[in-house]
């Protein structure tokens, strides 16, 4: 596959949604203004945008296949056949994304020309999907979550419930800020709870701490509760 | 008729779960190789495909146009594509098939054209039969002759 067929595909999917539900076609407009005014500062811009549109256009998919069947009946059918993390995604985030007003957006570019999306805890992060999707847990892990809802993995495990987590390896003078931070973009999104995770990469076997207190709580925190654990 | 009814139930709901796979695929395939993971969706990911984002519009601005006229001209082709999407403007029908056209591989455009001339009339609904197989055909031809004239237009309007 070419990279201009990103495009193509944009295109279609523009034009479905157009009749479907123009919340999606607006936003699809909209990614594609800002890919259109991209000047890409880093080696790394390109494959970033390839991998961001890749996956909102199979999220966008997933999300027309959805809204086309027939009757509510089957609509809720088929998000009932998902884990609750991935219903939670498609039910509630990724629409609400769609039809509300994202502020964090435009800053995405700023941070994509700086370089600053790579991630310094993507390593870190891959080890705790690994080891949650080994033991039985779901996981969505969407670049929308992470730069707009201070999310970086949305987690279900053997319950009916989903939990949004962020994992930070900030020392403890700036924690206060980024719990504040984080507490208030959850709120702004209506996500009813919320898992902080601060971890010092020093402290051993902190993926195994990490993943005990994710998949416990994806189980059993209560809604209202915007927890944090420090390792 | 419920047997059916529940069998095309199962299947929209298989090609649901088909697509939210394919989003997870992407997402682990994400989680594993980091940005390098582009280069299994795009084989061209450090070509100049973002500095022509913008470009490209301009050139299927022009493309649209020029589409528009050969629709518009005595062009057996032309005249069949007219006849078979009655109803349509041709600018609207221009427009669907500049996007045919940007597949990269020939194939697929021959048979995303062909999907449009279909869609676009009450083929589908028809029930099958052999005089229906015999129209399949010529579509297919029809649309093999669109994606020539289409590619000739393309040309032109690249090295005017």
């Known amino acids: 596959m070419q990279a201009k067929d990103i495009k193509n595909r944009l295109k279609y999917l523009r034009r479905e949604a157009s009749i479907v539900d123009p919340s999606l076609a607006n936003r699809l407009d909209e990614i594609n203004r800002w890919v259109k005014d991209l000047k890409p500062g880093s080696l790394t811009a390109k494959k970033f945008v390839i991998l961001f549109l890749e996956q909102l256009i199979r999220d966008a998919e997933v999300w027309l296949r959805l809204k086309t069947l027939p009757s509510y009946e089957e609509q809720q059918t088929a998000l009932n056949a998902l884990k609750p993390s991935l219903k939670f995604w498609y039910s509630y985030l990724f629409p609400k994304w769609l039809s509300e007003s994202d502020s964090k957006f435009y800053i995405w570019r700023q941070k994509?020309?700086?370089?600053?999306?790579s991630g310094e805890d993507s390593e870190l992060i891959a080890l705790v999907v690994d080891s949650i999707q080994r033991r039985g847990g779901t996981v969505v892990k969407r670049y929308i979550a992470d730069f707009s809802m201070a999310t970086d993995i949305i987690v279900s495990s053997s319950h009916n419930t989903?939990?949004?987590?962020?994992?930070?390896?900030?020392?403890?003078?700036f924690f206060q800020d980024k719990f504040n931070n984080w507490e208030s973009t959850l709120r702004f999104w209506k996500i009813d709870k919320g898992l902080l995770l601060s971890y010092?990469?020093?402290?051993?076997?902190?993926?195994d701490r990490i993943v005990n207190v994710t998949l416990y709580n994806s189980n059993n925190l209560e809604t209202g509760i915007y927890l944090t654990f420090s390792f | 008729m419920g047997k059916?009814?529940?069998?095309?139930?199962?299947?929209?709901?298989?090609?649901?779960i088909e697509s939210v796979e394919a989003a997870q695929k992407l997402q682990n395939d994400i989680v594993r190789y980091g940005l390098e993971a582009a280069y299994k969706y795009a084989e061209d990911v450090d070509g100049d495909w973002l500095e022509k984002w913008d470009e490209d519009e301009t050139l299927q601005t022009n493309f649209v146009e020029s589409v528009t006229t050969f629709l518009e001209s005595d062009d057996w082709v032309a005249v069949s594509v007219r006849k078979q999407l009655q109803g349509k403007s041709l600018c609207e029908i221009a427009t669907q098939l500049e996007?045919?056209?940007?597949?990269?591989?020939?194939?697929?455009r021959v048979f995303a054209i062909k999907t449009v001339l279909v869609e676009s009339t009450n083929f589908g609904q028809i029930n099958?039969?052999?005089?229906?197989?015999?129209?399949?055909?010529?579509?297919?031809?029809?649309?093999?002759?669109?994606?020539?004239?289409?590619?000739?237009?393309?040309?032109?309007?690249?090295?005017s």
């Open chain 2, 4 to 16: 059916d009814m529940s069998i095309d139930c199962q299947k929209r709901l298989d090609k649901f």
């Open chain 2, 99 to 108: 996007d045919c056209l940007r597949l990269s591989e020939s194939e697929n």
């Open chain 2, 128 to 159: 099958r039969t052999f005089s229906d197989e015999n129209d399949t055909v010529d579509l297919l031809d029809l649309a093999e002759q669109l994606v020539k004239r289409l590619e000739r237009i393309y040309e032109q309007e690249q090295y």
């Open chain 1, 162 to 173: 989903s939990l949004c987590v962020q994992l930070t390896s900030l020392s403890e003078d």
């Open chain 1, 112 to 117: 994509l020309m700086s370089g600053e999306f």
């Open chain 1, 200 to 207: 010092n990469p020093g402290v051993t076997d902190f993926v």
